[in-house]
């Protein structure tokens, strides 16, 4: 089976064309050895047969050129299986690199834009999921190829030798191996099963494995074994189940492709042939076969490839900006160098509707954010994640632009401006400093998180580390950690505040003009929260800092301040100013503020 969709992971199409033939022609080569093989045995076993009885002498001077000849090809054969071995091998690293680069981008873009998608999932189609495309995109489509040059020629051969027998044998060939083929739509079918409940696994059990402190505080830990069972047992019956239609199916294949030398035999007997062309003639029909076996060998170690295949496109497809991927292109293409300031930030109409979203997240939404202290603020659900996405380049929306001083920007243009602190950043294994470092590729730190060797004391030298560190609060307002803390998997071994005062210090390291605080101190108190923010903003007089909040206390008098309700901006202005007026934001202190 052909997937010309498939063809497509191996690169661009003059690269996949070569690449794809060149292995193929060694494929040919290599049956070519074979089929000299197969002649000059018939050679020699007629040299035998010839000479049987008569002088040994004369049987070694009528064989030795032959034995030279297979001499020569046994010495051949290994050298090509090397070079295919070697051709393929740097074949598919590259290829594999290029996916699993452009795939880890478009699941980066993908999950801002949706999280339906599962990462243990994600996780199975990044590493096997590609893993499978190789034995498909190395092996079975060059030998497609193969196939059809080697049973064209062998079959000509075999008619030259003797129409008769050649034209029955070469029938043979077309109608034999036929018969199974038909399976091939079944065992694709049962490949997609299969991964599918293997992606469902991996799903599940990650998703357990971060939430197990989860599990067992709400009691569903015994439930939750229960459901890993069960999508063990359904992926056990699907392996099984697929394993049993493969060995059908080789058996099959095999008993049919092993059936044509047979009738070769059978077409050539009673003919009053020569003993080496009836030898000839049977080891060219066995030669006819072997490509074909070799097909379904591949066939066996790759369908699961097929359906990955068209998953990982589905993917990249989707997060392309043009809706069809082509190798290498996905990356977030960001500024090399973004600019030291920027006076003004405008959202113009901005409007976006989550995918499988009934009604818009944000709705043109239309605001301006300048140097100094701005806020977004609004009960749960109104837009206000969304809209921080939308600005710190995570979301395109569907409608509308943000401009910078004026002029329109791109997504990724944001993303190297904006400095941004989720709702929900991640913290890494590792000290307070290295978590700190994150993004920076040329500190010692990083260096020790690869390595898994955790002293911070290089990182913690870092001059750059502590003021950011000190400015977000850490080793000042809370004595209990500091730069050497351990953050522990996903920052566990630290509070709420704590992981948010690193994610502070991550984004401030960065030293862009813009920053953007997702609700990024909703874990610290009031006073401290009001503190941090007050020296953020006077930190850097010359920076945009975009804070969302929905505690109206932190916010100073001064503040621009924008409202949003139902994803739509209904009230902007200066937070003392807005105090006062009997709008948006005197309703939202009326609901989000216990009264005095
Ligand atoms: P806020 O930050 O103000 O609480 P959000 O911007 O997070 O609000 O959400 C706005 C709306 O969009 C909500 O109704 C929420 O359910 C929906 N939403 C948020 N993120 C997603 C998402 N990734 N996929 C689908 N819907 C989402
Ligand atoms: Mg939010």
Excluded at 26 to 48: C, D, E, H, K, P
Excluded at 108 to 121: F, H, L, Q, W
Excluded at 412 to 422: I, N
Excluded at 513 to 538: G, H, K, Q
Aim: aromatic fraction near 4%.
């Amino acid at each position: 089976m052909i997937h010309l969709r498939l063809f497509r992971l191996l690169g661009s199409r003059p690269r996949a064309i070569v690449v794809t033939a060149t292995l193929a022609a060694i494929g040919v080569l290599l049956g070519a050895t074979f089929v000299a093989q197969a002649l000059l045995m018939a050679q020699v076993f007629g040299g035998i047969v010839g000479a049987w009885g008569r002088d040994p002498a004369d049987l070694g001077a009528r064989v030795a050129p032959w034995l030279a000849g297979l001499l020569a090809v046994l010495v051949a054969r290994p050298t090509l299986v090397a070079l295919r071995e070697l051709a393929a091998a740097r074949l598919m690293t590259r290829v594999k690199l290029t996916l699993r680069a452009d795939l880890a981008e478009a699941l980066v873009r993908r999950s801002a834009a949706d999280v339906r998608g599962r990462t243990g999932a994600d996780h199975a189609l990044v590493v096997d999921g590609v893993e499978n495309l190789d034995p498909y995109l190395s092996r079975y489509l060059p030998q497609q190829v193969t196939v059809l040059v080697t049973c064209l020629v062998v079959g000509a051969v075999l008619i030259a030798v003797d129409p008769l027998v050649g034209v029955v044998t070469v029938a043979a060939v077309l109608v034999l191996p036929l018969l199974p083929r038909l399976w091939d739509r079944a065992l694709a079918a049962r490949g997609a099963d299969h991964w599918d409940a293997y992606g469902r696994m991996h799903a599940e059990f990650l998703d357990s494995m971060t939430g197990m402190t989860t599990l067992v505080l709400a009691g569903a830990d015994a439930r939750r074994q229960e459901t890993l069972e069960g999508a063990s047992r359904s992926l056990l019956d699907r392996t099984l189940g697929q394993l049993r239609l493969s060995l059908v199916e080789s058996g099959l294949s095999a008993f049919a492709l092993s059936a044509v030398p047979v009738v070769a035999l059978a077409a050539a007997l009673g003919r009053g042939l020569a003993p080496t062309v009836v030898f000839a003639l049977v080891m060219l029909s066995t030669e006819l076969v072997r490509p074909l076996r070799d097909l379904a060998n591949h066939w066996h170690a790759g369908y699961a490839g097929t359906y990955s295949g068209r998953q990982i496109l589905d993917v990249l497809d989707a997060a392309s900006p043009h809706g069809c991927w082509t190798p290498g292109a996905a990356r977030l293409d960001t500024l090399s160098r973004p600019p030291r300031a920027c006076a003004r930030i405008d959202g113009v109409g901005l409007t976006l509707t989550y995918p499988g979203g009934d009604a818009a997240a944000l709705s043109e939404v239309d605001l301006r954010l300048t140097s100094g202290m701005n806020a977004v603020v609004g009960i749960s659900g109104s837009g206000k994640s969304t809209l921080a996405a939308i600005l710190s380049g995570l979301l395109v929306p569907q409608e509308g632009t943000v401009l910078v001083d004026g002029a329109p920007v791109s997504a990724a243009d944001l993303l190297s401006l904006v400095a941004t602190v989720p709702q929900d950043p991640a913290l890494f294994a590792g000290t307070v400093a290295d978590n700190i470092a994150l993004g920076d590729a040329s500190s010692d730190s990083q260096a020790h998180l690869a390595s898994g060797d955790v002293s911070a004391d290089d990182a913690a030298g870092d001059d750059d580390v502590s003021v950011c560190a000190r400015l977000a609060g850490i080793g000042t307002d809370d004595p209990t950690f500091d730069l050497h803390t351990q953050a522990g998997e996903r920052g566990g071994l630290l509070s709420g505040g704590q992981r948010q005062r690193v994610a502070i210090a991550r984004a401030l390291r960065q030293d862009r003009p813009v920053l953007v605080l997702d609700e990024a101190t909703s874990a610290l108190d009031l006073r401290s929260e009001a503190a941090l923010v007050a020296r953020l903003a006077t930190h850097r007089s010359d920076r945009i800092v975009l804070v969302v909040t929905h505690r109206l206390g932190s916010l100073g008098g001064s503040d621009r301040v924008h409202v949003l309700a139902d994803g739509r901006l209904v009230e902007s202005g200066l937070a003392a100013d807005l105090r006062r007026a009997d709008g948006g934001f005197a309703r939202l202190a009326g609901v989000t503020e216990v009264p005095a």
